[in-house]
């Protein structure tokens, strides 16, 4: 069966129905810097912790009065030891990576908290790490491989080669110096004194037992730091120079292998052999990060360290002498362990500058986790399907297989227990919860039964044993021989790759053991066939014929089948060239769509940024327009109000208009009753004068007429009304009388007189209402009718032939009453031609009346014709048209008098009345009259 690859979990799970386990997180609190400190974490059991706010915290001062209790899987009290918390962390952690599963434990708090001291702790007592290595160590120590018999591929794989070769490379690596390789000074004896104090280093015993023993193991590890958001091998050899120091580290960059799995691309993993070697990696890289951060000008306790371990195994050939070559068989699983920065937020760490940028790139990452965890939770819980921001940290990014895929998670939750911590705890309790929440799938068992036989190694080494053994009682036979693989390699130091002692006795030593390997085999098969016949008697032809046949027969197969695998397998190493060739194309296809897609990315976030930007000032202006037309219904609302009180006050002045009106008739009908009353008084007052007279003159005549012929006067046959009876008028007292009527008549004619002169002036008034018309007043009763004989004229004449003239730019005003011309012929120019045809010239002019209402002119002439044969053009009239709006109406301005029109008419006479002389044939001559 072909055996899981231990590589970091795949990025999506094989099956839905994989079992899952929550990431189980633990708490550890730590002791109080000093006993007598106010606290504000209390442990209720060991899976219960209660949080209570102390009174200088923010969250008191909000109104946050009450404790607040967190469960975990486990809580660690101040008085654990760091071999128990290892022992319930870390050590099924290294089980599982033993067996060929992945791991991930991170450590998270506040600074201070405690999350270095849990991972790596100090010498006299160490951490999870240390304790982690060491137990590694313990179960594999006797089924490691040689070094370099497993080599990182740099694509996060591994290759493997046989202990030649893995010889040759020792001797390349560790023996010959690398004269190109940058060289760091030398670490002093003594550095771990400086890091870790004098103590002697305590190790852990813890082991696993019951791992795969027919597989060779091999150990690697790797340290980076993530430090704004960049990564950095901490173990990488940087270049020294004795005057500038060492320069700053490179960042590296995070790639997809063939598996889809994360890793750092270019990372140093070196392969330890021991937990002491291992250990001095973990001081080295801690002394890098110094160094790093010296050129950086950084804080190294504000980045995060992942330290690596990969555990390399892979099954023991046939003989269980050396690792099977076949790197499909090699299988490789990780325990990453983290220490993350500290988890406060930016105001509490008052940073400024390089600092700040730092405290918000921690922040930022651990949001990123913390946004990652939230998305995975409503992913798993609710069965939303949002997308997890993987890509936002670099710290995210690295260990999204571990949350996509599977393996076990497991976060230590450090907590400084100091009342003034109180805020940030919250907040670093808060995450806890819902990382709890998250579920990841659980690693599946790991097959390394390949079909080869179980014990191999045991039997190997017993076999090697008692060879030695038979070496030691001076056995030589060459059945024994057949069976050795010869003596081990010898103790060769190849310092100089001319020097032949070395090379010869290596070549003769490598020649001898590949006979003695054939010899071997040879020897092996043939024995294993013989074994098969019972040969009872040596000569016995009927058993050995046959079977000197059948051995030829089958050595003749093997022949073929030797030849054919040969042939087989070259074209399979031709295909699998090819195939790696094209997988190599397909990974540099894949980065470059990778680079394509992070510039996507970019360019995608900008256009987001400028849509957000967009909709923010669409929102403004929205805002505005609201604003806008909440101003404008205002307004209308207002402007409707005033409107109102227009028409309001408008009606008022109509009604006080009508009301004056009406008076004012009853004044003048009041007024002519008195004047008919007057009139009557004094016609009465006249008539009783002219009888008193008349009597007297009566008597007189009767005095004389009784002097001479007495002839009597005759009284009036009727009396006159309400006037004393009054004698018949004689014949010369009548024209007296007359005459005063006349007299009275032409008092009144006067009056009459006067009156039209403005009426012919003005002509007639056209307007909306007919009672507004500016008419005349009527004449006084018992006058005469003011009579137009123009006018008259006019409406009789159908012989006329109008030539109205419009100039340009008239406006038609739609009035009801327009001027009645029956033959008219319209021109909006005057040419002398047209003037020719017509009797009858009217022009048309508008203008702004005084009171700012239009008013059209219509000014009316006789056109004449001339001596020269052309036409003289006499105005004889004016007619006014006046609109009146009825909301603009005034007073009735008094009766317009003849000098008013005195500027006008000049001005129209000028413009208008002009006399045309002109010739059929000569050039037209205009003059003014
Ligand atoms: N459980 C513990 N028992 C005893 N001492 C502890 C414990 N936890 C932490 N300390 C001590 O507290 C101090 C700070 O611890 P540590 O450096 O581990 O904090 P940290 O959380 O890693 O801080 P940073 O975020 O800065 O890395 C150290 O001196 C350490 O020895």
């Given at each position: ?42 442990l ?9 706010p ?5 969250a ?18 101040e ?9 319930t ?22 600074t201070g908290?405690?999350?270095?001291y ?9 951490g999870?790490l240390?304790?982690?290595?060491d ?17 990182p591929?740099k694509?996060?794989?591994?290759d ?17 110096p690398r004269?190109?390789?940058p060289?760091?000074?030398a ?16 190790t ?19 340290y980076i ?7 950095y ?23 997809e ?6 890793y750092?691309?270019?990372?140093t993993?070196v ?9 001095d990696?973990l001081l ?26 990969r ?9 269980g ?42 922040n ?18 609710l069965g939303?399907?949002k ?31 100091a009342?003034?911590?109180?805020d940030?705890t ?10 709890q ?12 039964d390949?079909g ?10 017993q ?7 038979m ?37 003769q030593?490598l020649?001898?053991r590949e006979?003695?390997?054939?010899t ?31 051995l030829?027969?089958?050595?003749m197969?093997?022949n073929?089948l030797?030849?054919d ?5 070259d ?7 090819k ?13 470059e ?9 970019n360019s995608?976030?900008?256009?987001e940024?400028?849509?957000r930007s ?29 409107d ?14 009508s009301?004056?009106?009406?008076k ?28 008193q007279?008349?009597?007297t003159l ?21 009396a006159?009304?309400?006037g004393?009876?009054?004698a ?8 007296t ?86 033959k ?5 120019k ?33 056109v ?12 004889n ?17 008094p009766q317009?008098?003849?000098?008013d ?21 000569k050039?037209?001559?205009f003059?003014?009259?």
């Amino acid at each position: 069966m072909k055996p899981q690859r231990g590589k970091t979990p795949r990025k999506f799970p094989r099956q839905n129905s994989q079992p899952k386990d929550p990431v189980e997180v633990y708490c550890r609190i730590r002791p109080p810097d000093d006993p007598n400190i106010e606290t504000c974490v209390k442990l209720l059991d060991e899976r219960t912790v209660q949080i209570s706010p102390s009174e200088n915290s923010q969250a008191y001062k909000n109104g946050v009065y009450k404790e607040t209790q967190y469960a975990f899987k486990y809580v660690f009290d101040e008085y654990v030891s760091q071999k128990a918390v290892f022992d319930t962390v870390a050590s099924p952690l290294v089980e599982d990576l033993l067996r060929g599963k992945n791991g991930l434990m991170f450590t998270y708090g506040v600074t201070g908290s405690g999350k270095t001291y849990t991972m790596t702790g100090k010498p006299s007592d160490p951490g999870t790490l240390v304790r982690s290595l060491d137990m590694i160590f313990n179960s594999i120590s006797s089924v490691q491989a040689k070094k370099y018999v497993f080599m990182p591929d740099k694509m996060n794989g591994y290759d493997v080669q046989t202990e030649a070769d893995a010889m040759v490379e020792r001797q390349k690596r560790d023996v010959m110096p690398r004269f190109d390789a940058p060289r760091t000074p030398a670490t002093p004896k003594n550095s771990k004194k400086t890091e870790f104090g004098d103590a002697p280093r305590i190790t852990d015993p813890s082991r696993v037992n019951d791992i795969e023993e027919d597989n060779n193991y091999a150990v690697f590890v790797s340290y980076i730091e993530i430090y704004n958001n960049y990564i950095y091998d901490l173990l990488e050899e940087l270049p020294y120079d004795p005057i500038t120091g060492y320069r700053a580290p490179n960042s590296k960059i995070l790639r997809e292998d063939g598996d889809r799995s994360m890793y750092v691309s270019n990372c140093t993993e070196v392969e330890v052999k021991s937990a002491e070697e291992a250990f001095d990696v973990l001081l080295k890289g801690q002394k890098r990060r110094k160094v790093a951060h010296t050129a950086l000008n950084t804080e190294s306790s504000r980045s995060h360290s992942v330290f690596n371990i990969r555990l390399v195994q892979a099954p023991l050939d046939p003989l269980g002498e050396e690792v099977l070559q076949d790197k499909s068989r090699v299988c490789s699983s990780q325990l990453a362990l983290v220490d993350l920065a500290g988890s406060e937020r930016l105001v509490r760490t008052n940073n400024v500058g390089d600092r700040l940028r730092e405290a918000g790139n921690i922040n930022q990452s651990l949001m990123a986790l913390r946004a990652c965890m939230d998305a995975l939770r409503e992913n798993q819980l609710l069965g939303a399907n949002k997308m997890v921001p993987y890509r936002d940290s670099k710290l995210t990014h690295l260990f999204k297989n571990y949350f996509d895929g599977e393996g076990k998670v497991r976060m230590i939750v450090t907590v400084n227990p100091a009342a003034k911590e109180y805020d940030e705890t919250v907040q670093v309790m808060r995450f806890a919860e819902v990382t709890q929440e998250v579920q990841v799938a659980r690693p599946q068992q790991v097959q390394f039964d390949y079909g080869l036989a179980k014990g191999r190694r045991r039997m190997n080494q017993q076999y090697k044993e008692a060879m030695t053994k038979m070496g030691e009682e001076g056995s030589t036979s060459q059945k024994t021989l057949a069976y050795s693989m010869g003596p081990s390699f010898p103790a060769l130091q190849l310092l100089d790759p001319s020097d032949e002692s070395v090379i010869v006795p290596l070549i003769q030593f490598l020649a001898e053991r590949e006979m003695r390997r054939n010899t071997l085999i040879t020897d092996l098969n043939s024995k294993s066939r013989i074994h098969a016949q019972s040969l009872l008697d040596p000569s016995d032809e009927s058993v050995i014929v046959p079977l000197i046949q059948f051995l030829a027969e089958r050595e003749m197969r093997r022949n073929t089948l030797i030849t054919d695998l040969n042939s087989k397998f070259d074209q399979f190493r031709a295909q699998l060239l090819k195939t790696e060739k094209e997988n190599m194309d397909l990974r540099h296809r894949n980065d470059e769509l990778e680079n394509l897609l992070g510039k996507r990315d970019n360019s995608f976030e900008r256009v987001e940024k400028k849509l957000r930007s967009l909709q923010k000032s669409h929102d403004q202006l929205e805002r505005k327009n609201t604003q806008f037309e909440n101003m404008k219904r205002e307004l209308e609302t207002e402007l409707n109000e005033k409107d109102w009180k227009i028409l309001r006050e408008k009606s008022e002045r109509e009604r006080m208009k009508s009301e004056f009106k009406s008076k004012m008739v009853l004044t003048q009908q009041h007024m002519e009753d008195q004047l008919e009353k007057e009139k009557r008084k004094i016609e009465e007052e006249a008539e009783a004068q002219l009888w008193q007279r008349e009597r007297t003159l009566q008597a007189l005549k009767s005095i004389i007429d009784s002097n001479e012929i007495d002839t009597p006067t005759q009284p009036p046959a009727k009396a006159p009304r309400r006037g004393p009876a009054v004698a018949p008028k004689p014949r010369y007292m009548t024209s007296t009388i007359a005459s005063r009527v006349q007299t009275k008549s032409d008092q009144d004619l006067r009056y009459t007189g006067r009156t039209p002169k403005p009426a012919t002036r003005s002509g007639r008034t056209y307007g909306p209402k007919a009672t507004e018309r500016r008419a005349p007043s009527p004449p006084p009763k018992g006058s005469q009718p003011v009579y137009n004989p123009k006018a008259h004229r006019r409406s009789k004449s159908s012989h006329e032939v109008w030539l109205e003239h419009k100039p340009a730019g008239t406006i038609e005003l739609d009035t009801v009453l327009q001027p009645n011309l029956r033959k008219k012929k319209s021109v909006s120019k005057l040419e002398v031609k047209d003037t020719m045809t017509a009797s009858k010239y009217i022009l048309q002019h508008q203008e702004q009346a005084s009171d700012g209402e239009m008013q059209t002119k219509l000014y009316k002439a006789n056109v004449v014709p001339t001596a020269g044969g052309g036409a003289s053009v006499v105005f004889n009239d004016v007619e006014t048209l006046r609109q009146i709006s009825p909301g603009t109406r005034k007073r009735r301005s008094p009766q317009p008098k003849a000098e008013d029109f005195e500027g006008q008419w000049t001005d129209t006479e000028d413009r208008c009345a002009v006399a045309l002389e002109g010739h059929a044939t000569k050039r037209s001559k205009f003059s003014g009259v």
